[in-house]
């Protein structure tokens, strides 16, 4: 099974498929979207727990019935898990009570904060408590609110700054998300802003915007995932990646990752080959004589760099050459007297 990585410094990109709710309460949709999501190359599935007395208001009772149809078991969740790992993904869901994080506890290797608790401290601090890698997901979240938050988690769990176990994920919560208000900049902003690992919980419509989210820094990405777009009731589905979305996305950013290579200076291997033609040596600009002391005007720098190179001037101004050198030639090491 494929492990929760250090968000510090990753492999590569985790990708998340969020089933969340888009099962509607069938156990047997969501066996198939774990199975679909492992087919698509995903490291990650994610669902969302709840129970509804702790959840939704009865303020709001079609919400109430309707979120109701959507809520798994406990013992239904114990399943997809299993299920997830035999096919080698990580499994784990967003709680949205601490009884919900007690049980998930022990089935889940990490935990996830929606951006509708961001400002629920209380339930942050119980999940720093486990001990677990976990993911805060910032859409609605202004920037004092994000800091809360942050401080709420490293209140409990003050090593998580530096060991690579939280990560903040940049969110819009707008579903789906417009273009113009991705706004993934925002992933460099939270990353120097915090100092913490930074991901890209992606609403928009197609898979661009994770692309151009590895590109701008994200470590992991999550996409909501469904079997099929089309004709669905329930909104969630119409923004989600269906099976070919998310393989095209799995391909793409694993495409970028390639492109963006390491963060580090190092010449590439394809460059050494042209390294001395693309380079200079000290060559003659006039013809030199053997045995008269070299003058700065007699030189100049030419292609390739089998000679002297560019950088080595003081050595050969003044010097006397052993052999006569003839404009175009290269001065090298060998012929310095």
């Known amino acids: 099974m494929k ?5 510090r410094a990753p492999d590569r990109t985790w990708i998340i498929a969020e089933i969340g709710v888009n099962h509607e309460g069938d156990e047997r949709v969501a066996a198939d979207l774990i199975d679909r999501a492992a087919e698509c190359g995903v490291d990650a599935v994610k669902f969302q727990t709840f129970t509804l007395g702790h959840y939704i208001s009865t303020v709001q009772p ?18 997809l898990a299993e299920r997830a790992r035999d096919r080698g993904l990580v499994f784990f869901s967003t709680p949205f009570h601490m009884a919900d994080a007690d049980f998930l506890d022990g089935i889940a290797p990490v935990f996830k904060v929606s951006s509708g608790d961001l400002t629920y401290l209380d339930l942050i601090k119980h999940i720093a408590g486990k001990g677990k890698p976990t993911i805060i997901s910032t859409g609605l979240g202004t920037q004092d609110e994000v800091a809360r938050a942050v401080e709420a988690f490293l209140s409990v769990r003050p090593k998580a700054r530096g060991d690579g176990s939280l990560l903040l994920m940049h969110c819009v919560a707008a579903y789906p998300t417009p273009a113009e208000e991705a706004n993934l900049r925002n992933i460099g902003w939270l990353k120097r802003e915090f100092g913490l690992p930074v991901g890209w919980s992606d609403h928009t419509l197609d898979i661009k915007a994770c692309e151009l989210a590895v590109a701008a820094g994200a470590v992991a990405l999550e996409k909501h995932f469904t079997y099929r777009k089309e004709n669905q009731a329930f909104h969630d589905h119409a923004l989600s990646a269906d099976p070919a979305d998310m393989a095209a996305l799995v391909k793409a950013v694993r495409a970028a990752e390639t492109y963006l290579g390491r963060d580090r200076r ?7 080959k042209l390294l001395a033609h693309m380079r200079r040596s000290i060559g003659a600009a006039a013809d030199i004589p053997a045995g008269t002391p070299v003058k700065r005007e007699w030189l100049t720098w030419l292609r390739p760099a089998w000679g002297l190179q560019a950088d080595e001037m003081p050595k050969v101004v003044g010097r006397k050459l052993k052999r006569a050198v003839a404009a175009g030639d290269l001065i090298k090491a060998e012929d310095l007297a």
């Not at 492990?3 to 968000?7: E, G, M, Q, R, S």
Request: proline share 7%; hydrophobic share 30%; charged share 45%.
């Open 266 to 272: 190092e010449r590439a291997p394809s460059e050494e």
């Open 62 to 79: 079609e919400r109430r019935q309707r979120t109701g149809r959507f809520e798994l078991s406990r013992a239904q969740f114990a399943r």
């Open 3 to 7: 492990a929760v990585p250090d968000f």
